[in-house]
C-alpha cells in the first residue's frame, strides 16, 4: 500500500493535471494528434509546438487529418486505433505529447493525451 501511494504522489506531482491521468489502467484516451505524410513536416509541426505555439493552432494549419478540429479524434479505445498510434496513445499520461512523430500505414502523428478513463 505504501508503494502504491508513493507511486500515486510522484504521478501526481510529474503531471500538472488532477485525476486519473496515469497511462495503466486506462480503457479509454482522448486524444488529439498531428499527421503528416511526410517526416519532415511532422518534424516542423514539433518543433512549433515545443517553441510555445498551441498543439490546437499547429493542428488547424499542418495536420492531413481532423484539421478543423484542431486535431481532436475524442474518446478512443485501444481496438478503435492503428497499432504503433494506439501503443503510443496509450503511454501518455493526461498533458503529455509524444516526443517525437509515431510512424502508422497512414503517416507520421504527434499524439497529445487530454483524457484516461
Known amino acids: 500500500m505504501g508503494k502504491k501511494q508513493a507511486k500515486a504522489k510522484q504521478g501526481a506531482a510529474e503531471s500538472s493535471g488532477g485525476g486519473d491521468n496515469k497511462p495503466k ?23 512549433r509546438i515545443q517553441a510555445g505555439e498551441a498543439f490546437e493552432a499547429v493542428a488547424q494549419q499542418l495536420s492531413e487529418d481532423k484539421a478543423r478540429q484542431g486535431g481532436d479524434l475524442g474518446w478512443k479505445r485501444k481496438a478503435e486505433l492503428v497499432g504503433p498510434f494506439a501503443d503510443a496513445a496509450f503511454k501518455l ?11 502508422s500505414e497512414f503517416g507520421y502523428h504527434l499524439i497529445l493525451c487530454e483524457g484516461r478513463k
Open 25 to 47: 489502467g486506462a480503457s479509454q484516451v482522448k486524444v488529439r494528434h498531428i499527421l503528416c505524410e511526410k517526416l519532415g513536416k511532422a518534424n516542423q509541426a514539433l518543433e
Open 93 to 103: 499520461e493526461v498533458g503529455q505529447m509524444t516526443p517525437a512523430p509515431v510512424k
